[in-house]
């Protein structure tokens, strides 16, 4: 349905970077459905190798297909422990 409010879930393993990865989830901020809408990502990773980054990605707008859509999303952890870690992927569909 257009201008419905959704959001999408989204999760993913960080770059491999000084020896470790991360994982992440969550979900995107909520918005409506209006043909070139993005979504916000924002959160922290698993703690690991004695540490946790926190993201804040903007998504690609929608890419319509079967019935739904769904985003593309890429960017870079906050500095932790002297370095960052890349994320990209693609939102869960969402069906209106």
């Given at each position: 349905?257009?201008?419905?409010?959704?959001?999408?879930?989204?999760?993913?393993?960080?770059?491999?970077?000084?020896?470790?990865?991360?994982?992440?989830?969550?979900?995107?901020?909520?918005?409506?459905d209006?043909?070139g809408?993005?979504?916000?990502?924002?959160?922290s990773?698993?703690?690991?190798?004695?540490?946790?980054?926190?993201?804040?990605?903007?998504?690609?707008?929608?890419?319509?297909?079967?019935?739904?859509?769904?985003?593309?999303?890429?960017?870079?952890?906050?500095?932790?422990?002297?370095?960052?870690?890349?994320?990209?992927?693609?939102?869960?569909?969402?069906?209106?």
């Amino acid at each position: 349905m257009p201008n419905e409010l959704h959001a999408h879930s989204f999760n993913g393993q960080t770059s491999f970077n000084h020896g470790h990865v991360h994982q992440y989830s969550g979900e995107t901020s909520v918005n409506p459905d209006v043909m070139g809408h993005i979504h916000y990502m924002e959160g922290s990773t698993t703690f690991n190798d004695g540490h946790v980054h926190y993201y804040r990605v903007t998504t690609s707008p929608a890419i319509y297909v079967g019935g739904g859509h769904y985003h593309f999303y890429r960017g870079n952890t906050g500095i932790a422990n002297g370095h960052i870690h890349q994320l990209a992927g693609s939102t869960s569909i969402y069906k209106g």
